[in-house]
């Protein structure tokens, strides 16, 4: 395969909490990002989606596909349990670590990966949490930007991993909509500044996404 690529992870919190209108609200922001990111000639040729949800187990529900091959099947929550973000962040530096490519003396290697994340709560993996944190670092993510929805997340525990952290105070469909938005503008700034050195310029959130100073 040829062509750098530009892989972008993102971590959805499918706990109990997330059932009814925020996981529905999550499945059409999604989808409307895949619209978005479509529309973008850059982003098509480049980007790599991989998605990863996390409750009281880890999964891979769309594995490193190029944009225009992404097929994302539904996404739902078990009725209750736990948040095991830290285990989804190890996964994801697993993942990092085999999928993607390094230069060669030969060939340039992919550019620097995407990680976006998106909780309603905190960890309930508190220890693997705290341990993910220097593994996320050292990944060397370009951009790594992490959501607290609603009124029960703790944007201070996501500050430990990235300062771009934003907040929505709602869980309905115009907040998730806007926050994924907001994301295809961020991927698409990663098309658009692929080759400097320096981290993903971010367009400005929307109303309904505040940033956590």
Known sequence: MSGRRL????????????????????????????????????ALESVYLSI???????????????????????????ES??????????????KVAVEVRKSTQETKGDWRPLLFIMTDGKPSDTLQFNESIPRVKQANFGTIIACAAGPKSVPDQLKALTDTVVSLDTMDSNS?????????????????????????E????????????
């Not at 990863?52 to 078990?78: H, Q, S, W, Y």
């Not at 349990?81 to 996964?91: D, M, N, R, S, Y």
């Not at 998730?176 to 993903?200: I, N, R």
Request: glycine share 8%; proline share 11%.
């Open 176 to 200: 998730f909509s806007s926050f994924f938005q907001w994301v295809s503008d961020a991927v698409t700034s990663g098309t658009t500044s692929m080759g400097t050195a320096t981290a993903v």
């Open 7 to 42: 892989p972008v992870y993102i971590a959805l919190d499918t706990s109990g909490s997330m059932r009814g209108e925020p996981i529905h609200s999550v499945n059409v922001g999604i989808q409307a990002m895949l619209t978005s990111l479509r529309q973008n000639p850059f």
């Open 81 to 94: 349990g736990p948040t095991f973000l830290g285990e989804a962040l190890h996964f994801i530096c697993d």
């Open 52 to 78: 990863i949800t996390f409750d009281g187990k880890v999964t891979e529900i769309l594995p490193m596909t190029a944009l225009e091959n992404v097929r994302i099947p539904e996404i739902v929550c078990p």
């Open 202 to 213: 971010l367009p400005p959130p929307p109303p309904e996404v505040q940033v956590v100073l």
